[in-house]
C-alpha cells in the first residue's frame, strides 16, 4: 500500500509518544483504494507551529458534473464516487488524444481520527476539495503544569 503522509518524527515535541499519532494516520489511510484516472492529492493542514490539524482532499475533476459525485459517510468510512460522465459521441469528431478521463472511481478512507460532523465539500473549477478536520481529542496539544 502507497503511503500518503510523510512522517516527521521531529513534528511532534518529543514528550509525546508516537504511535498515537502514527495509528490517527494509518487508520486514515487504511482503506484506500487504487485511483483510476483522476489525480487525487492528500495534504496535510497544519497550525503555526507546526502541528497537524486535519487533511484536505483534492481531487481533479475536469469536465465532471455535480450530479456526478457523491460523497457518502458509513460509519467510520467516506466514500467518493465519481459516475461515468454519459455525453452522445459525434460521430464527426475523432479523438487522437483524449486527455480528461471520464471513467467511474471510487476512493474510500478510514475516519477513525476525523470529526464527522465538521467535514467540508466544494467543487469549483474542476477541484472537488474535501475537508478533513482531526477530531479535538486526537489533535496533539501541550498540558501546562500548574
Do not use: C
Not at 503511503?3 to 508516537?18: Q, S
Not at 482503506?31 to 482532499?57: A, C, F, M, Q, W
Not at 464516487?81 to 483524449?98: F, G
Amino acid at each position: 500500500m502507497t503511503t500518503l503522509m510523510k512522517r516527521h518524527m521531529d513534528t511532534f515535541p518529543a514528550i509525546f509518544g508516537w504511535d498515537a499519532f502514527d495509528k490517527a494516520f494509518r487508520e486514515f489511510n487504511d482503506l484506500l483504494l487504487p485511483i483510476e484516472g483522476y489525480p487525487t492529492d492528500v495534504i496535510e493542514i497544519k497550525n503555526d507551529e507546526g502541528r497537524v490539524t486535519g487533511y484536505e482532499v483534492n481531487i481533479t475533476l475536469a469536465g465532471i458534473p455535480k450530479e456526478n459525485i457523491e460523497i457518502s459517510l458509513e460509519k467510520d468510512i467516506i466514500n467518493i464516487s465519481v459516475k461515468k460522465s454519459e455525453k452522445e459521441e459525434d460521430k464527426n469528431r475523432n479523438y487522437i488524444r483524449k486527455g480528461i478521463s471520464q471513467r467511474s472511481m471510487q476512493l474510500r478512507y478510514g475516519l477513525h481520527s476525523i470529526d464527522k460532523e465538521n467535514i467540508d465539500a466544494s467543487l469549483k473549477d474542476g477541484l472537488l476539495k474535501i475537508s478533513l478536520p482531526l477530531a479535538e481529542e486526537i489533535k496533539p496539544r501541550i498540558i501546562n503544569i500548574g
